[in-house]
């Protein structure tokens, strides 16, 4: 009766042309959507529908549905804008008030535009005033609008204001800034990425695994099934993007975890099949053992990697959800393609992509004896062994060689006994050495890993954004000249019903207002402006209502016309139609999106609980709109769901392990080297980023910023859980394979580790030069969740599975597999 792993192979083996051109034809099916499926993505938040922030928008939205939603500022900076340059700044400024309005044709709503010289045409100096800066070097002009994510106002907008207005003068620049700028310069710096791994990481990679494999013919295949996975995946989440959010980096980790885990499984699979290739000469017999052992080690490695990045769909934001949803295509991608594409490619060219000269050179440093052929008889061989012509006089193997081994056999089985790997694993295998080694190695990790609780994350766009963006620079410039938090202000909205503005609000507004500015952000009631607060005037209930009036009627006395004025342009913008409710915009004198801006935010929530609780708001509703509110309340959900996502996800490593292998001491040896790895880089990633202990060198991906960005902890978590395990499935599942063929516990462990410690470094090597290309990137985002990637991948090829790992196997011994049944050990290579 055929095994699984024939019927596996049967059709491929019937039809492998047949294959190839169903894969061809598919690639070509899906280049166009891949293609197109980076420029689909985008970074926006959307806080959860239970959050503050997402009432609070509700609120807002359903009193000003009219309003703009997103904002665009022009950043102006030049010399004497506002006397010199008055008049020609304000033709560029009414005119690019035009051209928005007409670039917004087919939005929800049109744009409209705000500035020092639009004020002042409007005879409103106080206003105008909050748009200069005190030099008169500064301006900026505020455009309010409401598009699609698929129009093209925002690109339009900025080569008007930019580069083609015939009316702003040669000595003044221009530079535009704003949410959606950062995302599409966010957006390019991703596209660079990707360039860059295309020519320099894959390329790499590839260099790295033809010489694991020593086979140069051989190397056509990863080359395939990385470039066909790549078009597959991004392919598939082109409609994906389409349906839901997908996040704009997504394509970055896709493409990195494509490179990395498709050479890692065309390697797995591809030296198992040369080493047996070496051994059978026969390529049908080499795939079916291929596919029986290697094949189940990548499903294993695999199907618990897709879970672990399943666990992502817990958390409550898309674009969360979206990375778990790539990175999973992206796994089962590869795993599909390596087990099908490979086998058809090996049936169609296998005489000549299966080069044994190129194998023997490499692989096992195995050769053909002189006069013996690959399958001669222990006879032979010993003759052989005996004579001039042979390798020489060494002692054949304890016993365990029989009738019918190969020369290739012998040969690999004595290169053994050589091997760094079996001289290293006998050392770690007696408990006097391996149990100093194992404490001290354990030692020296936990003082790093004591830093993990100091982990302090922040939601700045400083760290989200490439460096040199044109979009952050502005930003820069924007916060010089009028504060961080002029890009990003709040609304402080008050609702009360069904009743008109009276003294009652009034009161309210006071007492809000007065407890908010004695927050360090909002130092003073200057950083509030509404129709209770004009620049540094407070304006109580009384004086409202003479100013509305004698504006309305045109008989403000000159000395009151230009705050009369004023109070009513605010008055238009802010209250509602019915007089029932407006609101007060809180420029910050931080940046919202800092850790000081959130900071506020939470204090400024609880001040307004407490004026609630005490009576002081006598019934009104109070909400902050805008700011920094829905990336806070989106990202704290995230992190109040994330100890939940680590059990889980942890939870079901337990399982499956246990599953996989009928045991229940090999998933509790896994959390605990995965748990190990983890504490140790989220430590390291504290003391380099929020310590600076690798600023000294001076690149950019090391620099100290004090925090970490929110995403990398949350994203690398998956990634740094599933690759452990792929690795660790590798090493156990070879050492489980040796021990079923009967030999002893540290004989399995010793063989298992010479055959797959050597892959597993070659792996780990490609793995994070693999990662590393995201070292490369503009974004810091990038560099710290590629540093966790690249330190936790090095440690675990280099410590945890080839020197904690045998320890432990050899600490446990017979009860490593408990409560598994294993045949009686009889082959002892010790």
Not at 164 to 182: C, K, M, Q, R
Not at 415 to 439: C, D, E, F, H, Q
Request: aromatic fraction near 10%; hydrophobic fraction near 45%; glycine fraction near 6%.
């Amino acid at each position: 009766m055929a095994t699984l792993p024939e019927r596996f192979l049967a059709p491929i083996r019937a039809r492998p042309r047949l294959v190839l051109l169903a894969y061809f034809l598919v690639f070509l099916a899906l280049l166009w959507p891949a293609a197109h499926f980076t420029a689909e993505t985008d970074s926006s938040f959307t806080a959860p529908a239970s959050a503050e922030s997402a009432e609070a928008t509700r609120k807002y939205n359903e009193l000003y549905s009219s309003s703009g939603s997103l904002a665009a500022i022009v950043l102006l900076t030049g010399s004497n804008l506002t006397t010199t340059l008055l008049d020609d700044l304000s033709l560029y400024s009414s005119d690019l008030a035009a051209q928005a309005a007409d670039l917004s044709s087919s939005c929800d709503s049109q744009a409209t535009l705000t500035s020092y010289y639009s004020f002042l045409d409007a005879s409103l100096p106080s206003l105008a005033a909050n748009f200069a800066s005190p030099s008169g070097d500064e301006t900026f002009l505020y455009i309010s609008y409401k598009c699609a994510e698929t129009s093209s106002f925002t690109t339009d907008l900025l080569n008007y204001a930019t580069k083609t207005s015939p009316y702003l003068p040669a000595a003044v620049s221009a530079g535009v800034t704003g949410i959606e700028y950062f995302q599409e310069d966010t957006l390019a710096g991703v596209e660079s990425d990707l360039s860059t791994m295309d020519s320099f990481i894959l390329p790499l990679s590839l260099v790295i695994l033809g010489l694991v494999l020593g086979s140069l013919s051989i190397m056509v295949i990863p080359v395939c099934t990385i470039v066909v996975t790549i078009v597959f995946s991004f392919g598939i989440m082109y409609p994906v993007a389409l349906a839901m959010q997908v996040v704009s980096f997504t394509s970055s980790v896709m493409m990195s975890l494509t490179i990395a885990m498709s050479v890692d499984y065309s390697l797995f699979l591809l030296s198992r099949l040369l080493e047996v290739y070496a051994i059978t000469g026969d390529k049908h017999e080499s795939l079916v053992s291929t596919i029986t052992h290697a094949g189940h080690t990548i499903i294993a490695s695999g199907s618990t990697l897709c879970l672990c990045f399943a666990g992502m769909l817990l958390f409550p934001m898309e674009m969360l959800r979206s990375v778990g949803v790539g990175a999973s295509i992206a796994i089962l991608c590869c795993l599909g393609v390596n087990l099908t594409f490979i086998p058809a490619m090996v049936y169609c060219f296998g005489d000549s992509l299966l080069n044994m000269r190129d194998c023997e050179k490499k692989l096992c440093c195995v050769k053909e004896l002189p006069g013996v052929p690959p399958s001669g008889s222990l006879a032979d061989l010993n003759d052989i062994l005996a004579s001039d012509g042979g390798s020489g006089s060494e002692p054949l193997l304890k016993g365990q060689v029989g009738e019918g081994t190969s020369a290739y056999e012998l040969e690999d089985e004595r290169k053994m006994y050589k091997s760094v790997w079996y001289r290293m694993g006998a050392k770690l295998l007696k408990l006097k050495i391996g149990l100093p080694i194992l404490v001290m190695v354990v030692a020296a990790m936990l003082p790093i890993a004591s830093y993990f609780p100091q982990l302090k994350t922040s939601i700045g766009f400083d760290l989200l954004l490439p460096k040199g963006a044109p979009s952050l620079e502005t930003f820069e410039d924007l916060g010089d000249a009028f504060g961080p938090g002029t890009l990003s202000p709040y609304k402080l909205l008050f609702d009360w019903g069904e009743n008109p503005i009276n003294a009652t609000s009034f009161d309210v507004f006071d007492a809000t207002i007065d407890a908010l500015s004695r927050l360090p952000a909002t130092p003073s009631k200057a950083s509030f402006s509404g129709i209770a607060q004009l620049a540094d005037t407070s304006i109580g209930f009384v004086e409202y209502e003479y100013l509305m009036t004698c504006t309305a009627n045109g008989n403000c006395p000159d000395a009151f016309s230009d705050a009369g004025n004023s109070l009513a342009a605010v008055a238009s913008q802010s209250n509602t139609e019915s007089g029932c409710a407006t609101y007060f915009t809180t420029v910050l004198n931080v940046d919202p999106f800092s850790n000081d801006g959130t900071d506020w935010l939470v204090n400024a929530r609880d001040k307004v609980a407490k004026l609630k609780a005490d009576g002081s708001l006598k019934g009104y509703d109070v909400y902050f709109v805008d700011g920094a509110g829905a990336e806070y309340d989106a990202v704290k959900v995230v992190y109040d769901v994330f100890p939940l996502m680590i059990t889980v996800t942890l939870s079901t490593v337990f399982v499956l392990m246990g599953i996989f292998f009928k045991s229940i001491v090999v998933p509790i040896r896994s959390v605990f080297s995965i748990s190990l790895t983890l504490a140790w880089v989220y430590g390291l990633t504290v003391l380099v980023y929020q310590h600076g202990i690798l600023a000294w060198t001076g690149l950019s991906c090391f620099e100290q910023t004090d925090y970490i960005s929110w995403l990398p902890p949350v994203m690398t978590f998956s990634i740094i859980v599933g690759l452990g395990l792929d690795y660790d499935v590798f090493l156990i599942s070879r050492v489980l394979e040796f021990r079923e063929e009967a030999f002893t516990d540290n004989s399995a462990v010793l063989k298992g580790l010479y055959k797959t410690g050597g892959i597993i470094t070659a792996a780990g090597i490609i793995m994070a030069v693999a990662f590393s290309g995201l070292l490369m990137s503009s974004e810091l985002l990038l560099n710290q969740t590629a540093f966790c990637l690249v330190m936790a991948v090095l440690v675990d090829t280099f410590v945890v599975r080839t020197v904690l790992v045998p320890i432990l196997l050899g600490m446990t011994g017979e009860r490593s597999w408990w409560p598994r049944q294993l045949p009686e050990a009889r082959i002892d290579l010790e």
